[in-house]
């Protein structure tokens, strides 16, 4: 068996968009490297806090782009959810949905009851859907200061698409947090339950978190105690890996996924030969083919260690210059 990050894991929770693919096309290389995971006997979990398909469509699309995916890989927020409250009502519980149908076929696959009511609700639960209007909002809300429980299946502020970042279902969460005065219980990443959830059902145990956003995979990952690994192909910037609060801060830091086949060792932040960080976080090498993210995975333990917030980095000498530059810290 190689001796490379993969070897140590059993089961990938994946992400999707901005990790396995971009708008509508692959990331170069994701879907050789899940391939050879699958080929090696590593299993992926693909997790999504998306809660407006069903598993079946989600995997149908990756199936598309070439990824090796079944309904039972995918793991969506909706499950999460849905799982969530059928842990706390009793079987026939009156829920209302606001969001898609997907997410209504979990609810009653768990043994709840929809309803579009507040005057008929045990609960709300809340996920994205383009077509969410201020009525159910509304609705929600009524319900939900009637003393109905209420569950997000995830509070992202944003939703990528490719005009750019659209009012995803963390924004429709706040209004009705701003409206009823409460707050949700979150199903989807951060909250470690879709995680957990995940490794569960892959019936695996050591799991491995891949995704490219800090303040949902990365936190997610940290909150339901398994290692992370960040990949720069989608959300998250250097400067924002560099800056992390220690709730986001990831076990290991790749370019992508082809980071999977590299040494554990060589992709967590620490000292790096070729790369000196000083007082101050004053960035010295030598040499125009040292590696980028060696030299922010250098920065990331110096400044870690001295407690993180807001960096600022400085640089000596043209080869670290050069990469400041590439990695946006100048």
């Known amino acids: 068996m190689s001796d490379d990050l993969l070897s140590r894991f059993d089961v990938l929770l994946v992400d999707l968009d901005g990790t396995l693919y971009a708008g509508p096309s692959a990331v170069p290389g994701a879907v050789e490297a899940i391939a050879t995971a699958q080929d090696r006997g590593v299993r992926t979990s693909y997790v999504t806090n998306n809660a407006s398909r069903r598993p079946s469509d989600v995997a149908a699309h990756l199936a598309e782009l070439g990824f090796p995916a079944t309904t039972e890989d995918v793991r969506t927020s909706s499950q999460a959810g849905a799982a969530m409250l059928a842990a706390q009502l009793p079987e026939g519980a009156r829920v209302l ?113 891949v995704g490219d956003r800090l303040d949902t995979d990365i936190e997610g990952g940290n909150a339901a105690g398994l290692p992370t690994l960040v990949v720069l192909t989608g959300v998250s910037t250097p400067r924002e890996v560099l800056e992390a609060h220690e709730s986001q801060r990831p076990t290991y830091l790749g370019a992508n996924l082809g980071a999977l086949f590299q040494p554990a060792e060589d992709l967590a932040p620490g000292s790096r030969d070729g790369w000196a960080v000083g007082d101050d976080l004053v960035l010295s090498g030598e040499g125009d083919d040292l590696d980028d993210l060696d030299a922010l995975r250098a920065l990331c333990a110096v400044h870690w260690a001295a407690g993180g917030g807001a960096a600022r980095v400085r640089a000596e000498g043209d080869a670290a210059r050069a990469a400041v530059d590439r990695l946006g810290l100048a």
């Open 97 to 209: 949905v606001v969001g898609t149908s997907a997410l209504a076929e979990e609810v009653t696959r768990r043994g709840l009851r929809v309803v579009d009511s507040a005057d008929d609700a045990d609960a709300v639960v809340q996920g994205h859907s383009p077509d969410t209007g201020w009525r159910n909002l509304a609705e929600a809300t009524l319900a939900i200061r009637q003393g109905a429980l209420w569950v997000a299946t995830n509070v992202d502020p944003t939703l990528p698409t490719d005009r750019g970042p659209m009012p995803g279902n963390g924004s429709m969460v706040g209004v009705v947090r701003i409206a009823s005065g409460a707050e949700p219980q979150v199903a989807g990443k951060p909250a470690p339950t879709l995680i957990q959830e995940a490794l569960r059902a892959s019936g695996r145990e050591r799991g491995l978190v």
